[in-house]
């Protein structure tokens, strides 16, 4: 039996899926990888998908294919091709983040062969194959969108803080850019909106001066004060302070959310 092997057009609808598939896993994921990495990894695992394919078919048209060995041999072939594309794309620490890369791109395949499939359904072999890369972009601004208002809302506390038998309560965020300290004790600072520590201190006894920068650059000082302690609830999770070294904002704090005060990571 003759076949015809559209390499140059396999190779090209494989490359834009393996791109589309890999500029997504890294936006979800946060991997490390630039547009070369991506594109050079994207093209090696084009190449070897065509390879594959090549053999793949050459196997099925013999007539002496075994359905398990033949289901093995394209296991391989896509672990073996998709670990490659990974490896050549991004840059991994962990053997916990590869894995999680490796399902991540599993998956996005997955998704990806319904929609192409929906879409020459829908839309006739052509457009079906040129909707995908673009199903994808849809999917990643979406991602995006959600992913940026769900890491937001890890970092919001409800926040007590304790003063010589008085206590007040706000919503506080965990800011991890916060590097304050004080010079003199080494203690991390977190930063309260000013009324909140005049409510909760009106009589302060030792005030700490902090020393901070702008962000034009200058110098400037903040009045801080040692507190009893910070409690901080998020659902589960729940993290104490014990007699932390709190400051009062230079001016009121405008933070989304109504947020009293900055905590210190």
Not at 9 to 18: P, V
Not at 29 to 53: H, Y
Not at 138 to 157: G, M, S
Request: charge should be positive; aromatic fraction near 14%; charged fraction near 15%.
């Amino acid at each position: 039996m003759e076949i015809t092997y559209y390499a140059d057009i396999l190779f090209i609808i494989n490359f834009f899926m393996d791109f589309s598939l890999l500029c997504l896993l890294r936006m979800i994921l946060k991997l490390k990888g630039n547009w070369r990495r991506l594109a050079g990894g994207s093209a090696v695992g084009s190449v070897l998908a065509v390879l594959f394919s090549w053999v793949w078919l050459r196997i099925i048209f013999s007539g002496r294919a075994n359905h398990i060995l033949l289901f093995l041999f394209w296991l391989c072939g896509a672990v073996g091709i998709g670990s490659i594309m990974l490896i050549l794309a991004f840059s991994f620490q962990t053997a916990q983040e590869f894995l999680k890369a490796e399902a991540g791109l599993f998956f996005g395949a997955a998704l990806a062969e319904g929609l192409m499939q929906a879409g020459v359904t829908a839309a006739g072999f052509t457009w079906g194959y040129l909707l995908f890369p673009l199903s994808c972009l849809i999917a990643a601004f979406l991602w995006k969108a959600v992913d940026k208002t769900a890491w937001n809302q890890t970092f919001y506390y409800q926040v007590t803080l304790f003063y010589q038998g008085r206590q007040v309560q706000t919503k506080g965020f965990l800011d991890t850019g916060n590097h304050l300290e004080d010079p003199l004790s080494k203690k991390p600072v977190h930063i309260a909106d000013r009324n909140l520590l005049e409510i909760l201190c009106p009589k302060v006894e030792k005030v700490r001066m902090i020393p901070y920068r702008t962000i034009e650059g200058g110098g400037m000082m903040m009045p801080a004060v040692f507190l009893d302690r910070i409690e901080a609830v998020q659902e589960k999770r729940r993290i104490v302070y014990e007699q932390p070294l709190v400051a009062a904002s230079p001016q009121k704090l405008q933070i989304k959310g109504g947020c009293g005060i900055l905590l210190h990571e």
